[in-house]
């Protein structure tokens, strides 16, 4: 009995697909090859959940595209290909390395490395400025404090 409501229990644990039952294709390959795809892509409406997982109408019918063009024949490479030329790369959820991208890649780490840059240059002058309270009056300065402080 425990057993098997621990096992009812690890099921409805599951994550909960929003993939339908009239929108999974009958071959189990290509149906595993919309999934693996899928997880892949965005949900424009949902921004940071797949398709698989979204309710959304949009994600339904990205769904449905992405088993159409397996269906046709295409791979997996060209469905995505298809997909993107559709709707932008914005629906990648791993976006490209490449092209304006690379810029958005490499400006974090860069930016990083300038900022220790920076924060190590100013901390070597200041290790190596003269200190200002150890530096001695000139005689010139003593007189003139000498003069001020009698005032």
């Known amino acids: ?13 599951t994550p909960a697909f929003a993939v339908q039952p009239d929108e999974i ?3 189990p390959a290509l149906e595993a090859r919309a999934r693996d795809i899928s997880q892949g892509l965005r949900c424009l409406v949902c921004r940071n959940e797949n398709i698989d997982d979204s309710n959304a109408q949009l994600a ?5 595209l992405v088993r159409e063009r397996l269906a046709a024949g295409d791979s997996d490479a060209e469905v995505v290909e ?4 559709r709707y932008g790369e914005y629906v990648l ?3 490209t390395t490449g092209g304006a991208n ?4 490499i400006a974090g780490p860069a930016m990083l490395a300038g900022g220790l ?3 190590a240059l100013y901390l070597r002058r200041r290790r190596t400025a003269p200190d200002a309270a ?3 009056l000139s005689d010139e300065e003593q007189a003139r404090l000498a003069e001020i402080l009698k005032d």
């Open 1 to 13: 009995m425990r057993l098997a409501a621990l096992l009812l229990a690890a099921l409805l644990a």
């Open 25 to 27: 294709l009958p071959d």
């Open 60 to 64: 339904r019918d990205l769904r449905l």
């Open 82 to 85: 298809f997909v993107v030329d």
């Open 93 to 95: 959820l791993n976006p």
């Open 102 to 105: 690379l810029i958005l890649w």
């Open 117 to 119: 840059g920076l924060a």
């Open 134 to 136: 150890s530096a001695a």
